[in-house]
Antibody, heavy 124, light 108 residues
Framework: QVQLVQSGAEVKKPGASVKVSCKASGYTFTSYYMHWVRQAPGQGLEWMGIINPSGGSTSYAQKFQGRVTMTRDTSTSTVYMELSSLRSEDTAVYYC?????????????????WGQGTLVTVSS | AIRMTQSPSSLSASTGDRVTITCRASQGISSYLAWYQQKPGKAPKLLIYAASTLQSGVPSRFSGSGSGTDFTLTISCLQSEDFATYYCQQYYSYPSVAFGQGTKVEIK
């Protein structure tokens, strides 16, 4: 079955960077765009960006431009999200999620499935 | 950017109640709307997409309606496992998507 498995929890100091991985299985990795969404403690869901696992092209939310980098490794069916210059407000659970339709399809932009989430804590 | 506003932010209900959650978009989004259920410590789970299409495996007591700017999620007969937080998501501006702030359904 389609599954996204993320890396474990991280604790970082302010100013550091964190890199979270998301390993996909059960489907053709390069056919489905991958998104990253984060959720601060007790807060709602916030979209961060998207990566095309086939060509590696990306698009980021304006809020994260210059601080986030999304990459992929097709040999291991894994996507990565790196966030730099961390501050306390970046403490959150970070999720990867894919769409149910292959390729770039604005008419089917809902997310299913999701990874299990990775807690990133930023604290001095 | 399209903003999504849910109401209420929280509600208390009893098992067996009919519950309705609304979601309003700041501009028209056709039927490009999804609903998710999230339980504590878990990832969101897709319930409905295209405003009214039930995801496979989701109980039929869940239903969605609306188009344009106003949408609703209805749980026809609340069950104990339905106590959770619900989010709407617009994908009209894909790939940039946006979520509502969430509605927490609590036990009365």
């Amino acid at each position: 079955q389609v599954q996204l498995v993320q890396s474990g929890a991280e604790v970082k100091k302010p100013g550091a960077s964190v890199k979270v991985s998301c390993k996909a299985s059960g489907y053709t990795f390069t056919s489905y765009y991958m998104h990253w969404v984060r959720q601060a403690p007790g807060q709602g869901l916030e979209w961060m960006g998207i990566i095309n696992p086939s060509g590696g092209s990306t698009s980021y939310a304006q809020k994260f431009q210059g601080r986030v980098t999304m990459t992929r490794d097709t040999s291991t069916s894994t996507v990565y999200m790196e966030l730099s210059s961390l501050r306390s407000e970046d403490t959150a659970v970070y999720y990867c999620a894919t769409t149910s339709t292959p390729g770039y399809s604005s008419s089917s932009g809902w997310f299913d499935p999701w990874g299990q989430g990775t807690l990133v804590t930023v604290s001095s | 950017a399209i903003r999504m506003t849910q109401s209420p932010s929280s509600l208390s209900a009893s098992t067996g109640d009919r519950v309705t959650i609304t979601c309003r978009a700041s501009q028209g989004i056709s039927s490009y709307l999804a609903w998710y259920q999230q339980k504590p410590g878990k990832a969101p789970k897709l319930l409905i997409y295209a405003a009214s299409t039930l995801q496979s495996g989701v109980p039929s007591r869940f239903s969605g309606s609306g188009s344009g700017t106003d949408f609703t999620l209805t749980i026809s007969c609340l069950q104990s496992e339905d106590f959770a937080t619900y989010y709407c998501q617009q994908y009209y501006s894909y790939p940039s998507v946006a979520f509502g702030q969430g509605t927490k359904v609590e036990i009365k």
